[in-house]
């Protein structure tokens, strides 16, 4: 069976500190992908950025960041130098396939820049 | 290029009446899926569209809730009769088929709130 933990329910900042998001996932398909979407106070599900299990290569993009690492399972998000408009909701999701693609969210990760 | 629509954003109804969501995919997706977002909880599929076929309703309480998508195109989900706990945003996505990043796109989402 597929699951995703986020095991931070909220996380506090203060404007321009840096923040991590954590992601654990559980899967025995050895080709799957690994996904981050926002979710702002609108409520619409916003994708970030998508990573197959074939790459581990982790990146920057602007002030996003991820470190995947399948030795532990964890494919985890960090925002530099975070603005309030960062406040939101982050969800992390599994895909693998199955006959078609199935998503499978984690619980989501309130993260609050405060002023 | 358009996102996915959704309509209405909010609907607030009596248990045991009866209530429809629309979605229209991004023009040209072939796959399209609604989930349920419970407040504190990730999205959970209800039901899968591939085309105008179903491809997965294996999470849908298909006692009460409906759903078409009769030309391939748009959709509408529908439950009868609501119950408390149906309360909740339901929120469509679409993706490309055969796209190689295997991105879903999503909507703004209906809030439902069964009185």
């Known amino acids: 069976a597929q699951k995703v933990t986020q095991a931070q329910t909220e996380i506090s900042v203060v404007e321009k500190e840096d923040v991590t998001l954590d992601c654990v996932y559980e899967t025995r398909d050895t080709t799957y992908y690994l996904f981050w979407y926002k979710q702002p106070p609108s409520g619409e599900l916003v994708f970030l950025i998508r990573r197959n299990s074939f790459d581990e290569q982790n990146e920057i993009s602007g002030r996003y960041s991820w470190n995947f690492q399948k030795s532990t399972s964890s494919f985890n998000f960090t925002i530099t130098a975070s603005q309030v408009v960062d406040s939101a909701v982050y969800f992390c999701a599994l895909s693998v396939f199955s006959g078609t693609y199935k998503y499978i969210f984690g619980t989501g990760t309130r993260l609050k820049v405060l002023a | 290029e358009a996102g996915v629509a959704q309509s209405p954003r909010y609907k607030i109804i009596e248990k045991r009446q009866s209530v429809a969501f629309w979605c229209n995919p991004i023009?040209?997706?072939?796959?399209l899926y609604w989930y349920q977002q419970i407040l504190g909880q990730g999205p959970k599929l209800l039901i899968q569209f591939q085309n105008n076929g179903v491809v997965d309703d294996s999470q849908l309480p298909k006692d009460r809730f409906s759903a078409e998508r009769l030309k391939g195109v748009d959709s509408t989900l529908k439950i009868q009769p609501a119950k408390l706990e149906d309360s909740a945003v339901y929120l469509c996505a679409s993706r490309f088929s055969g796209q190689v990043k295997n991105i879903q796109y999503f909507g703004a989402g209906t809030r439902l709130s069964v009185l």
């Open positions: 023009s040209g997706h072939a796959t």
